[in-house]
């Protein structure tokens, strides 16, 4: 479907025509903004599920941030959900029992999804080899202990989608 620009003409050529036509006062022509022409607006909404399986193979499930890497990743494009929504993630939101996970959303609203078995696996890995046995429960998926640990180290998605790419 054409853009508003190329679909109508400019929006200047808009303006300029009912302003020449007597249908709009030129005052008035000048009040009107024209059409948004948004900085990000041609990137993609979404990557395809190849390019996914890519992104996750490239996050080495034997390193720290590999492992907590690939969770994050399965847990965004399994479940579509949002940055922080991982970010936020505690252990008492996930029922391992019924294989479900708790979101707190938008507007403090709560929802229960199923767990994929790759994503939980994933979790449970990162969970078993690479987190620390702490006890807080806040943000599952926090990488501030391991940077604590690597001060220098620069690695984590950022490297995996470098990998991908």
């Given at each position: 479907?054409?853009?508003?620009?190329?679909w109508?003409?400019?929006?200047?050529?808009?303006?300029?025509?009912f302003c020449?036509?007597q249908?709009?006062?030129?005052?008035?022509?000048?009040a009107?903004?024209?059409?948004?022409?948004?900085r990000l607006?041609?990137l993609p909404?979404?990557?395809?599920?190849?390019d996914?399986?890519?992104?996750?193979?490239?996050c080495?499930?034997?390193?720290?941030?590999?492992?907590?890497?690939?969770?994050?990743i399965?847990?965004?494009a399994?479940?579509?959900?949002r940055a922080?929504d991982?970010?936020?993630?505690?252990?008492?939101d996930?029922d391992?029992?019924?294989?479900r996970?708790?979101v707190?959303?938008?507007?403090?609203c709560?929802?229960?999804?199923?767990?994929?078995?790759?994503?939980?696996?994933a979790v449970?890995h990162?969970?078993q080899h690479?987190?620390?046995?702490?006890?807080?429960?806040?943000?599952?998926?926090?990488?501030?202990?391991?940077?604590?640990a690597t001060?220098?180290l620069?690695?984590?998605?950022?490297?995996?989608?470098?990998?991908?790419i």
């Open positions: 479907m054409p853009t508003g620009s190329t109508l003409g400019t929006d200047e050529d808009q303006r300029s025509f020449v036509v249908h709009c006062s030129p005052e008035l022509i000048a009107v903004p024209g059409i948004a022409h948004w607006s041609s909404r979404y990557i395809s599920a190849q996914i399986v890519r992104l996750v193979a490239a080495n499930p034997a390193r720290p941030e590999g492992s907590r890497d690939r969770a994050i399965l847990l965004l399994r479940l579509a959900l922080g991982v970010r936020d993630l505690r252990l008492k996930i391992w029992s019924h294989g996970l708790r707190v959303g938008k507007g403090q709560e929802t229960r999804l199923p767990l994929p078995q790759d994503a939980g696996d449970l990162y969970l690479f987190r620390p046995a702490i006890d807080d429960d806040h943000h599952v998926m926090d990488t501030y202990w391991y940077l604590q001060p220098y620069m690695t984590g998605i950022a490297d995996a989608c470098e990998a991908f």
